[in-house]
């Protein structure tokens, strides 16, 4: 009876896939956020090396990795698959449940995937340090890693009310030698308007990405780095599901639904994307489920349109399902999926009826994490504890329906940091919130007047 199985160091991925290759329609192109015209590469340079550009743009299928990389990457990777079976046991279900363990990094999630090769490419063009933002502080964490790892400073913007809600990320942080500001902060322009307008801001990603865009394009030295959205960084998470390919052949299984979280698309991404490539090229049958919060319902009630990835309009315009970019979203505890936008990416495949997405409330969301704790000995970060609460209800739509169905789903981080929200959970603390239509309204009012879908 296996409950992990592994893969030796020797089978990590060589190369990255890119869905780019066998997407049968592309999402529309990101747009200048001066010009409106289609981004050149160049338009991209200011802020960005020439390696990761390409891979932004590039419709490669496969990208090598470099031996540096994957030399880092062999700290945590090939990460364990797991079955559920304690958990299998408790719901009584035929479905056979997987998680991938992404939280067994060294940051404690899947974001060190990518910040690792973001740091290399940019020392290898140069660059002395990176700015970037954070809600919950998991990708701000694996940068300040990946910078120490290469020898590049960082600064991290981190969304002001998870800097006060998680004090143990920053701390994480700054032992890495990171620089971590409160955002909204009155370092940058962009900060200093919101601050004028609302000093009690709480501050959201979407202005910490102001912010921090604002930093690198201003200073010749600095470039940005992103953890989720963008093509190269959705390129690098393959590696999870590259992985889980190989380790489900050699238990002779398949899933019929894949599962995770969504806040900008990453995790899910980094998992789905590889299965996604043999429905689209060998006709396989396989659902994959986006599961965001109903806070912050971006795919699941938000417009697909072009958008700024940002509150000041510094990023180019990006096509995606969008709730507006000057929406600040509730202080819930799930930091890392409070953003207004997604993967253009994954909004394709939302839009080709590819993807199912579907929203739930923080409290259900605890509810499963700590069902899954009691069972499986692991702690979910409150992010990845959306794709716990979904593998849950789909294990029990089998058991309804007396069907073996095969679930995969993305732990994509432990919850260690995250005792506060817990706490606030075992205390009865925790609201569930819905966003108003009202309020969803007034913040798509404001999306820029460009070509919708």
Known sequence: MSYKILLDERELPEAWYNLQADL????????????GEVVKPEDLAPIFPPALIEQEMTRERWIPIPEEVREVYRLW???????????EKYLDTPAHIYYK???????????????????????????RRL??????????SALAMACRFFGLECTVYMVKVSYEQKPYRRILMQLFGAEVLPSPSPRTRSGKEVLEKDPSSPGSLGIAISEAVEDAATHEDTNYALG?????????????GLESKRQMEKIGEKPDVVIGCVGGGSNFSGLAFPWVADCLTKGEKIRFLAVEPAACPTLTRGVRAYDYGDVAGLTPLLYMYTLGRGFIPPAIHAGGLRYHGDAPLLCQLVADGVVEARAYGQRQVFDAAALFAQTEGILPAPESAHAVKAAIDEALAAREAGE????????????HFDLAAYAAYLEGQLEDYTLPEEKLKESLS???QVERA
Not at 77 to 87: D, E, H, V
Not at 101 to 127: C, D, M
Request: no cysteine; proline share 11%.
């Open 77 to 87: 990777r090939p990460t364990p698959l797991f079955r559920a079976r304690r958990l």
């Open 446 to 448: 404001s999306l820029p």
């Open 101 to 127: 363990h992404e939280g067994i990094s060294p940051a404690g999630s899947h974001k060190l995937n990518t910040a690792v090769p973001q740091a290399y490419f940019n020392r290898q063009a140069g660059i």
């Open 24 to 35: 049968p329609r592309l999402p529309k192109p990101p747009l200048h956020p001066v010009t």
């Open 228 to 240: 989720s959205v963008l093509n190269h960084v959705l390129l690098h998470q393959t590696v999870i």
């Open 404 to 415: 073996k169905k095969v679930i995969l789903f993305n732990l994509s981080g432990h919850g």
């Open 131 to 140: 700015a970037t933002e954070t809600g919950a502080g998991q990708w701000g």
